[in-house]
């Protein structure tokens, strides 16, 4: 485990579960590469960490286990941050393909200007986020464009489904950012990208923004890629 001091992690709402906490913790430690692709999470070890009871740690890791950062360890029943692959990268960003750019395409029907100024807040908050050269935090702002945008679809299980997807790209996007070249490259062409998404659905340009998402998509997946052939070389 790492040496960061575990104390820090419980400063906010008190309110919240605590699972619900130590899982988004658990998130934010598999982003940054403090918790690697692979490494076993075992509950003791954990609980001391965190300071907290293993009914909490089970909880939190059936949480990343549910949102795909997360696996079971078949030989001995544990779980492991999941490992990442060429094989999962690509297969992400094929299901990605096959959905996003529909659910883009129904949001641009359905949307209101009130969702299109909700939009332009969303681009503003990861400028500031993206001077700040807070790339994790960029990565959950990211997800608030996107999941804004998606949401006019109407379609919850379509919403969900691309939710995990994201959480799953986002393992190995995480790692990528912590290169700070890479992070800066990233956000400036995602707030670029954003920009030429909310113009689409303004001018309801339908053909325009299928295409901007498949394209947002490969890009993606070549990143990750990238980053994944430096790191095995």
């Given at each position: 485990m790492t040496d960061i001091d575990?104390?820090?992690?419980?400063d906010r709402d008190e309110v919240k579960n605590l699972s619900q906490i130590v899982a988004e913790k658990l998130q934010e430690m598999i982003y940054t590469g403090k918790l690697k692709p692979?490494?076993?999470?075992?509950?003791?070890?954990?609980?001391?960490?965190?300071?907290?009871?293993?009914?909490?740690?089970?909880?939190?890791?059936?949480?990343?286990?549910?949102?795909?950062?997360?696996?079971s360890v078949s030989s001995s029943g544990g779980t492991c941050v999941?490992?990442?692959?060429?094989?999962?990268?690509?297969?992400?960003?094929f299901v990605r393909d096959a959905l996003e750019p529909v659910i883009a395409v129904e949001a641009c029907r359905k949307i209101d200007d009130d969702g299109i100024s909700l939009l332009k807040d969303c681009i503003r908050k990861q400028i500031l986020i993206s001077e700040a050269k807070d790339y994790i935090g960029y990565i959950h702002a990211d997800w608030d464009f996107h999941k804004t945008l998606y949401s006019y679809a109407g379609n919850s299980l379509a919403l969900d489904m691309i939710e995990k997807l994201w959480m799953r790209a986002s393992q190995a996007r995480g790692m990528v950012l912590m290169?700070?070249?890479?992070?800066?490259?990233?956000?400036?062409?995602?707030?670029?990208?954003?920009?030429?998404?909310?113009?689409?659905?303004?001018?309801r340009d339908i053909e325009r923004l299928h295409a901007i998402i498949r394209n947002n998509i490969a890009s993606a997946e070549k990143e990750q890629l990238d980053w994944l052939s430096q790191v095995k070389a």
């Open positions: 575990a104390a820090e992690f419980f692979g490494e076993r999470l075992i509950q003791n070890e954990l609980a001391s960490f965190f300071k907290v009871s293993r009914v909490a740690i089970r909880d939190a890791l059936q949480e990343l286990k549910q949102s795909g950062l997360a696996v999941r490992p990442i692959s060429e094989k999962d990268i690509s297969d992400v960003a290169d700070i070249k890479w992070g800066e490259v990233w956000c400036k062409k995602s707030v670029n990208n954003h920009n030429q998404i909310v113009q689409a659905v303004i001018d």
